[in-house]
């Protein structure tokens, strides 16, 4: 099979008929890490490495196990070094889906076919640099050809969101909604969460006294966020800690905090548990949807954490993630109320999950393959157990979860493709008819994510 060709990733006859009803439909990104200032200023990418590996641990990751050192990856050299030194080595890296990412974006959005290797690393850098220069290949025409709609940024409740509010003044070509990410007020356990709260308290000129007033400044930020089209919330979480906490247990808590005291663990948890429950009602109350990334485990390898910092690559899952009795309770409070999406990042949390959202009917769904999930295999395997425990018509549709605007296009591909496989393979197998199969598709490729963000 000719490598990234017609069939790719697709086996089956009746697949490729389906792939052909939905690979042209819009994106409806509804989770990613968009820098919306760069995508208000518009700008053409300096060159590949930019475009492709500057902000992508996905890639620092891979090149770091081929042994490219750190200072062509994250360090001072130029960005033409890293790119000779990230080709040097590219081509051992096929097997990963980052291998297949980069080659769709290179083929999709820049017209390059050439394999990346060390022979074509100039090559491919002078030819990319060409077409990056493009009118057509700023940042928002960019993401224009690549057909996306909506797409959802992650913001922190303090942001300003004033790009948000640029970009829909302007006239953008892409609607550019903010998400609610209140994880730096919610853990408490961090080091730095004291100096965050301070933050907070100078955004919305008022000293938290108590709990309650921390409560009524998310709240104060969650209307702020509606009047610029936020439509979700999404919370980073180890272990979804959602018990149910009176406010005074949790007023005692922030007290103790406040004051720099060390907590214990079970205090950790309490708090945790109030104030992703009070966010939920902020959610439930404005009909938004509730999202759950859970089983990131941050930062295990030392030495790259203190010497370059978060998001660099040093996070991981854990199998032994605890799922069902942290998240049970709120569950319970807001059945039936509050539309709930759930993610997992270890493949193994899948089953539990499905089984889950299935006992919560309509309005608790899960998420697509998520992270180190959203491989072809990842992706392939939750939806034919999905489709065998739940039901595959009530799946959130693909997020991107990208911090680089043109792999939109090719990571919302490769779900389309091994979606379109699946389920042409049911087909074939006379596990559901043709029309139904060709409705499936649709609804999670586009209707699905449209429908269910209120978008």
Excluded at 226 to 232: H, L, T
Excluded at 366 to 391: F, T
Excluded at 406 to 417: D, K, L, Q, V
Aim: aromatic letters at 10%.
């Amino acid at each position: 099979m000719e490598f990234l060709g017609p069939n790719y990733l697709i086996g089956n006859q009746t697949g490729l008929a389906l792939y052909e009803i939905i690979k042209d439909l819009p994106i409806i990104d509804a989770h990613n890490h968009a820098d919306v200032k760069a995508i208000w200023e518009n700008l053409n990418f300096a060159d590949i490495w930019q475009a492709e590996a500057a902000t992508d641990h996905y890639v620092w990751e891979c090149l770091r196990k081929r042994g490219v050192p750190e200072e062509l990856l994250t360090g001072n050299r130029s960005s033409e070094d890293k790119w000779l030194a990230f080709a040097q080595v590219f081509d051992e890296l096929a097997g990963n889906p980052t291998y297949e990412w980069i080659h769709l974006d290179l083929k999709r959005v820049l017209g390059i076919d050439e394999l990346i290797c060390a022979e074509n690393a100039k090559l491919i850098w002078d030819k990319a640099k060409a077409a990056l220069a493009r009118p057509e290949l700023r940042q928002q025409q960019m993401l224009q050809g690549m057909k996306v709609e909506v797409m959802c940024s992650t913001d922190d409740p303090i942001d300003s969101l004033e790009y948000h509010k640029k970009l829909a003044e302007a006239g953008c070509p892409v609607r550019v909604l903010p998400t609610f990410r209140p994880d730096k007020a919610m853990n408490i356990f961090k080091p730095d969460w004291k100096d965050y709260i301070t933050k907070f308290e100078a955004c919305v000129g008022s000293t938290f006294a108590s709990v309650g007033d921390l409560v009524a400044a998310l709240q104060d930020r969650h209307d702020y966020f509606a009047e610029c089209g936020c439509v979700a919330s999404d919370h980073g979480v180890e272990v979804p800690f959602a018990f149910d906490v009176e406010e005074e247990d949790a007023d005692e808590i922030f007290q103790k905090a406040y004051a720099g005291h060390e907590l214990e663990e079970d205090e950790i948890v309490l708090f945790m548990s109030f104030l992703l429950n009070e966010v939920a009602e902020m959610d439930a109350e404005k009909g938004w949807v509730f999202q759950l990334h859970i089983g990131a485990v941050r930062d295990v390898r030392d030495s790259l954490f203190d010497s370059i910092g978060a998001d660099t690559g040093g996070d991981i899952s854990d199998h032994m993630t605890e799922i069902v009795t942290p998240l049970r309770d709120l569950l319970n409070r807001f059945d039936d109320r509050l539309n709930v999406v759930l993610y997992n990042l270890n493949p193994i949390h899948t089953g539990t999950l499905a089984q889950l959202t299935r006992a919560f009917g309509a309005k608790v769904n899960l998420g697509l393959a998520w992270w180190l999930n959203d491989s072809p295999i990842g992706m392939k395997r939750q939806l034919e157990y999905v489709g065998s425990v739940d039901v595959l018509m009530n799946m959130a549709g693909m997020v991107s979860d990208s911090r680089k605007v043109p792999s939109y296009g090719s990571r919302h591909e490769m779900f389309r493709r091994v979606l379109a496989d699946v389920v042409g393979e049911m087909v074939e197998r006379g596990q559901m008819p043709l029309h139904l199969a060709e409705r499936l598709v649709r609804s999670l490729a586009y209707d699905r994510p449209k429908q269910l963000f209120g978008l």
